[in-house]
């Protein structure tokens, strides 16, 4: 069984290469979506969360 496993996790670096903003500006972004979301600083976002929350279309 070959099963690609796509990555559904973003991380700083993703963000910074989807809106052009800096390492230390997507941390901001992402904590930003977390806290409107409701969750906690350590779980994970996934890609469609932070488009959603952005209002940004995949």
Known sequence: MNKELKRIVIYPKDVSIITG???RQSLR????AKQRLGKDEQDFLTFDEFLNV???NS
């Open 54 to 56: 952005y209002k940004i």
């Open 21 to 23: 903003k800096g390492y």
């Open 29 to 32: 972004l992402l904590k930003q």
